[in-house]
């Protein structure tokens, strides 16, 4: 497992496409951040609909990070290696997952320059930020992002094209979200309850009013668990033929 | 040891592999020997755990390889038909990869040192995969199924793209590998076959129609026995005297002539060598031979003869 994880942060970081991912959404967020505080009609420090831009951006470059990931083995055959080898494929699918998930860990960790002038210019704001809400919005974020990774590495393994692998996970992703804005348009009461409870978004707005909401936690740390065990099952499915 | 019992594989509803079984012992080298679409490559990826059998075992020292697949793969060393490269590594980061992977005890600068010199790559350690040549490419694959000391080694298809001479290296390699692994390699060339390993098994639409040892199979293949010969002289009379010759089964000349010479095709039965005998009786009547070289049996007329002689037990032998 640590093998194919350091082989996966060598792949992202000698190939342009851990560079690719940092760089773009690190200039979109901080032109989102831009936009929603300081350049805003009504300047304020509220970090709240800055996130929710966030949950929407990663629907677009999370994929990136996650398309190659076992599409690209597939293609060039470089899977009958891994699966070959001494390593259970649970072992790979959290490897891969892991290295994924420490990118854009990393990405979370230099988007924080982003606050630095809020907390900086507090004066000349009407009001503070507010500490509980922002950290409540990075620790949604990162859970989100989990699953979104978790999504992208179950979309990989379903073919060896990676571009057909990324559409495949911002379909998914885009169904998951907008649950939430279907569910204000239907008249349903059993619909309603069944479309709150799986909808990514909905999970999400507790977390931007700085409450922590314990079921939210166990909602996206499963859905992770559901998605990369799926990857693995697809694997063993497709060995049996 | 292999033991392989009535293992068969399904796509769809085709058997790739129909109902195999044969038992490989320690240190032996067996080439599986069959035209494209035989069923090799399904074999081996299931003796290596990437495909799981529609039915039927496979254990390895006793073990089924699904009992305990992390233990069992230890002991395989695998080349599938195309090298499992990373192409933007470069060839130490590769086998350093590989190393990691394979969980592997021994110490890596020392145990990746001598395989690379064991299959001449350490002047290429520091060049990236994609910009090496096929067989080069192709050595690194078998570096890399040599990390880990694996008791078994498995070879997909090794020689295809390679150049003669890499070829001839090759064969050398899978001998002296022969002397302290088992091997299993498979190609749809005979000859390679008979030159590196100790025993063939001959696969055909998914059944192992022969199982013998090298030494033996040229009796049961038996046309094994062809030469061609030029000779300086009148056709229709070194052809009946080439026919006279006793064991000659058939003397056939393609017409074409070069001087006053014609190229024969000889087949001949049972073991004593007619070279001699012809050599003298050609000698007597002053008919000089110019040229002469053995003509290899073909795969095809192997499976001619392999169903031939099946059909002569009455019935398939698998």
């Not at chain 1, 996970?169 to 979200?177: A, D, F, K, S």
Request: charged share 20%; with cysteine; glycine share 8%.
């Amino acid at each position: 497992m640590l093998a194919i994880y350091k082989k996966e942060m060598r792949t992202y970081f000698t190939t342009p496409l851990g560079y690719i991912f940092l760089a773009v959404a690190l200039c979109v967020s901080a032109f989102a951040f831009a936009l929603t505080t300081y350049y805003s009609s009504d300047p304020t420090s509220n970090t709240t609909s800055y996130f929710t831009i966030m949950i929407f951006l990663m629907v677009i470059f999370l994929p990136i990070l996650t398309m190659r990931s076992f599409s690209e083995e597939r293609r060039t055959k470089t899977d009958q290696l891994l699966f070959t080898s001494p390593v259970s494929i649970a072992g790979l699918v959290i490897g891969k997952f892991l290295s994924a998930l420490t990118v854009f860990l990393m990405y979370v960790a230099l988007s924080l320059f982003n606050l630095i002038p809020i907390y900086a210019n507090v004066a000349q704001n009407a009001n503070e930020p507010n500490a509980t809400i922002i950290i409540g919005n990075i620790m949604a974020l990162i859970l989100v992002g989990s699953c979104f990774i978790a999504i992208g590495i179950f979309a990989s393994t379903l073919t060896e094209n990676s571009a057909v692998s990324m559409i495949i996970t911002i379909g998914i992703l885009i169904v998951l979200l907008f649950i939430y804005f279907i569910n204000m348009l239907i008249d349903l009461p059993v619909l309603e309850v069944v479309f709150e409870w799986i909808s990514i978004y909905g999970r999400f707005t507790s977390f931007t009013y700085g409450i922590f909401d314990i079921a939210s936690l166990i909602y996206y740390l499963s859905l992770t668990g559901i998605f990369l065990f799926l990857s693995e099952r697809i694997f063993q499915v497709r060995r049996l033929g | 040891m292999i033991e392989v019992n009535s293992l068969s594989r399904r796509f769809g509803n085709n058997y790739a592999v129909d109902d195999v079984s044969f038992l490989i012992g320690d240190g032996e080298v067996v080439g599986l020997l069959g035209p494209n679409g035989a069923g090799k490559s399904t074999t081996m990826n299931m003796l290596t755990g990437y495909l799981s059998p529609t039915s039927g075992e496979i254990k390895i020292d006793g073990v089924d390889i699904f009992d305990d697949p992390q233990a069992s793969r230890k002991k395989i060393g695998f080349l599938p038909e195309q090298p499992p490269l990373y192409m933007d590594m470069t060839v130490w980061e590769y086998l350093s990869f590989v190393h990691e992977l394979k969980l592997c005890e021994f110490n890596k600068r020392e145990h990746l040192g001598e395989i690379m010199g064991l299959v001449k790559i350490t002047d290429v350690r520091d060049k990236l995969i994609k910009n090496l040549s096929k067989g080069f490419k192709q050595r690194v694959g078998i570096a890399g199924a040599l990390i880990g000391n694996p008791r078994i080694i498995i070879l997909d298809e090794p020689t295809v793209g390679l150049s003669p001479e890499q070829v001839i290296e090759f064969r050398s390699l899978v001998r002296s590998l022969g002397k302290k692994h088992t091997v299993i390699l498979s190609t749809h060339i005979l000859s390679e076959v008979q030159a590196v390993c100790s025993r063939i098994l001959v696969m055909n639409q998914g059944k192992i129609i022969a199982d013998q040892p090298t030494a033996s199979f040229k009796q049961v293949v038996g046309q094994n026995n062809r030469f061609q010969v030029k000779i300086a002289g009148p056709q229709k009379e070194v052809q009946n005297l080439l026919r006279a010759i006793h064991s000659v089964k058939s003397v056939t000349c393609d017409g074409y002539r070069d001087g006053d010479a014609y190229t024969y095709v000889v087949d001949y039965t049972g073991s004593v060598d007619i070279r001699k005998m012809m050599f003298n009786e050609l000698a007597k009547r002053g008919w000089p031979i110019l040229a002469m070289e053995g003509v290899e049996t073909t795969l095809e007329d192997v499976f001619v003869q392999l169903i031939k002689n099946a059909e002569g037990n009455g019935g398939a032998k698998c």
